[in-house]
């Protein structure tokens, strides 16, 4: 089979890889890939932007791809799917209306009231002076989301009203995000630990995946700007077997019952972002609908199961069926960043220890903002590599992971130093 992978960051590598494992995958190209993607066995780079549908498109049609997976955001928000489906190319995710879920905060908090799934308070505003007033005597501290997709860089965690009106005026005035800003949603802060729960979705059955949990802020201890990720580890204590079912009965089936009540068939990857409050209660944060970046790099390392034929399963109505299989060893992800990130920062600057950091197969480094310079890998992004490793504790996989990003070099290169600590301690 030919499969395409759209996309070009870490979890675009970690999807490639993955599906290349099967024996069903004679080729997996790679839209527009990384230089991490360049040099594994099966995958070839394309060099098509992600976003660009009608080449993609075209792509498909010419080389007879047999499945293309979609990795980030923007294209689904964009309709691909629905392109793509509607001329009869297998594509796995949803279509345009049900990413909203994602592309839009307002909707999706809607959403979430309209069916009764737990989440926190909110109010939608496209006004500055009502959203003044609201937050007037809101309590701190307060949430403030863009609406639309904003790289993971659009939800400010306001402390004082000082930081929240300049949240505020950055996006409702100022156009800080763009258009992702005309119209922001405030809602009340949650206080507990994080979770993520990624599911793989056939439009009417749900396959959960490998718990995990995220590290959103860049700095150590959950301090500093909010990013796209700086870590992730696999399995989470917070998702115990009995937190697990009512998630599931909770949040997860009542949103997939909810789309299709709306007229919408929900398929491909759903992630729920959940706060575990002290008494264990659930609610979302926040929904994607895609795999998570940097989850989907140590959950895959712990994926046994064929990764093709449970997306080709997904794609045809067949994941009833389905039963994934688990590596019981913890993976852990540390990621690497410019240290300038998530704020501007230079690119192609010379990446040094790749080949020493992959010490055996339990240590995998996979490649994000990356490209090729000749014979030299450089850094083309602010996320730039996410050194993986697979261990019989969490704590041996936090070691494994941290004794890799050692033998990595790359001027301004910096990392969070603990990721898994709260889970381990």
Known sequence: MKVLVIGGGGREHALAWKLAQ????????VAPGNAGTASEPKLINVPLAADDIDSLLEFVQIEKVDLTVVGPEDP?????????????????????????????????????QRHNIPTAN???????????????????????????LAAGKGVIIAATREQAEDALVGMLRDARFQDAGKSVVVEEY????EASFICLVDG????????????????????GPNTGGMGAYSPTPLITEILHERVMREIIRPTIEGMATEGEIYRGFLYAGLMIDASG??????????????????????????FLA????????RLAS?????????????????????????????????????????????????AQEGENTVTNGGRVLCVCALGNSLATAQSRAYQAVDVIEFEGMFCRRDIGGSAIT
Request: charged share 25%; aromatic share 8%; glycine share 8%.
């Open 22 to 29: 099967s024996p069903e995958a004679h080729e997996v190209f």
């Open 76 to 112: 689904l928000a964009a309709g691909i799917v629905d392109r793509f489906e509607d001329v009869g190319c297998r594509i796995l995710g949803p279509r345009s209306n049900a990413a909203q879920l994602e592309s839009s905060k307002g909707f999706c908090k809607d959403f979430m």
């Open 122 to 148: 909110y109010r939608r505003f496209d006004n500055l002076n009502a959203a003044r007033d609201y937050l007037s005597d809101h309590p701190l501290p307060v949430v403030i989301k863009a609406d639309g």
């Open 190 to 193: 949650l206080e507990g630990q």
């Open 204 to 223: 009417t059955d749900v396959v959960p995946l490998a718990t995990s949990q995220d590290h959103k802020a860049r700095d150590d201890g959950g301090t």
């Open 281 to 306: 209660n659930p609610r979302v944060l926040e929904y994607n609908c895609r795999f998570g970046d940097p989850e989907t790099q140590p959950i895959l390392m712990r994926l046994e199961t064929d």
């Open 310 to 317: 449970l997306c080709l399963a997904a794609t045809e109505g």
């Open 322 to 370: 389905q039963s994934p299989q688990w590596d019981p060893r913890p993976a852990l992800g540390v990621v690497l960043a410019i240290r300038e990130y998530p704020a501007s920062y230079p690119k192609g600057v010379s990446i040094l220890g790749l080949e020493g950091a992959e010490g055996d197969a339990d240590v995998k480094v996979f490649h994000a903002g990356t």
